[in-house]
């Protein structure tokens, strides 16, 4: 539905009696009711939506999230509540839609990645029969008239990561995650402020690799400094910087 549509203030809001008629009606079954109450709520959900606008996300994409929170505080919504509809349904919109945002955790590879990744795969499969073995990063490198760093990108991208939340190192029984890896010890002070996810799209391509490897994949900086053909202590100045620059932008 086109986002005009969803702003139109011609829809006069209902009032709160006449919402909790068709709350009723709606959980007798009457799917028309449930229907109007979603019809006659775009200018609530959209208020809502407004508040997430500048996080990367279609503002469609928001609002569809945000019929659904809507429509799960109609069916959990108790007529024997003294509270307006509306006061009890935007915490229900806003957690949808946060949930939404925390949850997803899909890499969006873009179209040409992806071809790189099927040069990649094509390349690797012709050099590994005329070798008799899989061929390195620096001979893939060679044969595509590729940088190592996009090799390795490439390859990355198509992986599914792990969640910041999976354990990535195990520290005398306490798990480690990527988050506590970046917290500075002030509990939830700037990562209630601003997404992680906000922050690592801040960082150019290398650094999210950076990134990536180290604490999704686990991997030493020694290894990372192979796989990118850079030196140890270049990585080990980039991953200060990235992870100064990522607190930064969270403390904004």
């Known amino acids: 539905m086109d986002v005009e ?7 006069p809001f ?20 449930r229907d109007m109450i979603v019809e006659k709520n775009m200018r609530l959900v ?8 500048n996080r990367g996300y279609d ?8 019929c659904i929170g809507l429509l799960k505080s109609v069916d959990k919504f108790d007529l024997s509540f003294d509270v307006k509809f509306s006061t009890y349904a935007v915490p229900m919109i806003i957690g949808e839609i946060q949930r939404f945002i925390r949850d997803d955790g899909t890499v969006k590879v873009s179209r ?17 029969k005329d070798l008799g073995r899989t061929p390195t990063v620096n001979e893939l490198s060679a ?7 996009e090799i390795v990108l490439a390859q990355e991208a198509a992986r599914t990561p792990a969640s910041i939340h999976e354990t990535v190192y195990e520290n005398d029984g306490d ?43 686990d991997q ?25 620059q990522m607190k930064s932008h969270m403390d904004q």
């Open 112 to 128: 040409s990645l992806k071809e790189t990744g099927n040069k990649i795969r094509r390349a690797r499969e012709e050099l590994s």
């Open 5 to 11: 549509v969803k702003k139109d203030r011609s829809q």
């Open 220 to 244: 030493t900086q020694s290894e990372v400094a192979q796989r990118l053909g850079i030196s140890q202590v270049q990585v080990s100045r980039l991953e200060k910087k990235i992870l100064q």
């Open 175 to 217: 798990p480690i995650t990527l988050l506590d890896q970046i917290d500075d010890g002030n509990e939830g002070k700037w990562f209630d402020k601003i997404a992680l996810k906000e922050a690592i799209a801040e960082l150019d391509e290398r650094e999210k690799l950076i990134v990536y490897l180290r604490y999704y994949k």
């Open 59 to 66: 503002p469609d994409d928001l609002f569809q999230i945000g």
């Open 46 to 53: 959209w208020s809502v939506v407004q508040r997430f606008i």
């Open 14 to 33: 209902l009032k709160d009696h006449e919402v909790k008629d068709l709350i009723k009606r709606s959980h007798e079954g009457d799917q028309g009711a």
């Open 143 to 149: 044969h595509l008239g590729l940088t190592p760093e």
